[in-house]
């Protein structure tokens, strides 16, 4: 048995087993919070003096003692003797050491219930704005790629079955849509946080006059929460932040996924940089794309991380439970992968070399233009979409069976399927007239790719 809890063993004779200690602490993880705990202990000392509720000398020895914790923090990293605990108790039995008795005055109005709800917040909202800016980076190369390529036509598949063409520049920028929207998640997750729990304490409020307003204002929140037992028992700002991280990991698995598909041989699309591939160490022959690979592995970790907070949650009553400490590890592993996955998408399609002869050869290949065949006669012909529709089937079949595209068939062939079928029609065959026809709002087209990466240059100030 070990000496009871200086903090809190008033009552205790003896020390936590040494499991005990094992399965209660928190340091080892929560210690990545150790800004944010000063912050809030910073907001919440300052509050003390200004409301009379500490005297000046001591409130002055406190915000000195945590200076000096950042600066050792900042030098050497926060400790993680389990004895400590969590990081609340680590920076508070360190400002003991620093100042003395005066120490044990910041925790007057306030509890550890709701420090970790106040600092855990400010992490989150943190991590919101990172995973935005990461996004953006992202964005930025597909931008850049999308331009590049604007003009670059590629099969479009639907079920995995050559559709038509489209242009790659067009299909870069539906992910950049993809992360806008991601984006725009994380901030109203960000938003949604924006209410300071500090002064909530155990779960009841207190009777000291405390400001609630000034330190939500010091912390940067809009205002303090409305209710003391709900600010120290939800943590759905967490699972908003999981939420928006996983939602953004599918969309990164399925630009992970093509890529993958891309650089498979067969495909022949891309092929991705030394930098973002490994080789095997049997097969001399290979290129693995380990990175997209990686990234699509990931989105399934982020989405368990997601799902193992919304149990741990499930059911608890409130206000705080121990079980809510188990909120940081998932929280932060998520970040830390999703952060990884933007990095190495981004490293992996700044240095991709897409291949535009393979890509336009295939979009060639599989009758990629029936539809435009189809369209051709409602529009010169006046024929139902439906009929014509029937028609362009037959086309299709012929060249099937004469082993040719589309826009090889003889007129006399196109014109025993079809008497309205007429020259005319050749025009509306290739790839590139395709693409270039479908001009239509948020379209494939060159024209209108252009005119997307401009906006989104102007929207991401590229
Ligand atoms: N380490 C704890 C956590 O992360 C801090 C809150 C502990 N509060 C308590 N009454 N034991 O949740």
């Not at 003391?228 to 943590?235: A, C, E, H, K, N």
């Not at 992970?256 to 092929?271: R, T």
Request: net charge negative; glycine share 8%; aromatic share 6%.
């Amino acid at each position: 048995m070990s000496q009871s809890n200086k903090m809190w063993g008033g009552r205790f004779a003896a020390g936590p087993s040494e499991i005990m200690q094992t399965i209660n602490a928190s340091l080892p993880v929560d210690r990545r919070m150790w800004r944010e705990d000063l912050a809030g202990s910073r907001a919440h000392a300052a509050m003390l003096l200004d409301q009379g509720i500490v005297g000046a000398e001591d409130a002055a020895a406190i915000l000195a003692g945590l200076d000096t914790i950042e600066e050792e923090f900042e030098r050497d990293g926060p400790p993680s003797d389990l004895a400590l605990e969590d990081i609340h108790m680590a920076v508070e039995s360190r400002l003991a050491e620093l100042i003395g008795p005066a120490a044990g005055r910041l925790h007057t109005a306030r509890s550890r219930n709701d420090q970790v709800a106040t600092d855990f917040r400010l992490w989150v909202r943190g991590a919101c704005r990172e995973a935005a800016e990461a996004i953006v980076r992202l964005q930025s190369v597909l931008v850049a790629r999308a331009e590049e390529h604007a003009e670059t036509i590629m099969p479009g598949f639907t079920h995995l079955q050559v559709a038509q063409p489209v242009t790659l520049g067009h299909h870069l920028l539906a992910y950049v849509e993809m992360l806008q929207r991601d984006v725009s998640r994380f901030f109203a997750a960000d938003e949604r946080a924006g209410e300071c729990p500090l002064g909530a304490a155990a779960l009841a409020g207190t009777g000291f006059p405390i400001d609630r307003e000034a330190t939500a204002a010091a912390l940067g929140f809009e205002r303090p929460t409305g209710n003391s037992l709900d600010s120290v028992s939800d943590r759905d700002f967490a699972l908003d932040y999981l939420a928006a991280a996983a939602q953004c990991s599918l969309h990164l698995s399925r630009l992970a996924e093509e890529l993958i598909n891309w650089a498979s041989p067969p495909f022949g699309f891309v092929q991705l940089s030394d930098q973002w591939s490994t080789g095997s160490s049997i097969m001399p022959q290979k290129r693995n794309p380990d990175a997209a690979e990686l990234v699509r592995g990931h989105s399934g970790r982020i989405v368990g991380l997601f799902t193992g907070l919304m149990i741990t949650m499930k059911g608890l009553p409130l206000a705080y439970s121990k079980d809510m400490q188990d909120d940081k590890a998932p929280t932060f592993e998520a970040h830390d992968l999703l952060a990884l996955s933007l990095a190495a998408l981004a490293g992996s399609v700044e240095s991709a070399a897409f291949k535009p002869a393979r890509m336009r050869e295939v979009a060639a290949q599989g009758f990629a233009t029936a539809t435009d065949l189809a369209d051709w006669l409602v529009r010169e012909a006046g024929v139902p979409f439906r009929e014509a529709h029937h028609i362009t089937g037959r086309a299709v079949k012929a060249a099937e069976d004469a082993g040719c595209d589309l826009a090889d068939l003889p007129l006399e062939t196109l014109q025993a399927i079809d008497a309205r079928l007429d020259s005319n029609v050749y025009d509306v065959l290739s790839v590139e007239a395709s693409v270039n026809s479908r001009t239509s709002h948020g379209g494939t087209a060159p024209v209108r790719v252009r005119e997307q990466v401009a906006r989104w240059k102007a929207l991401l100030d590229l």
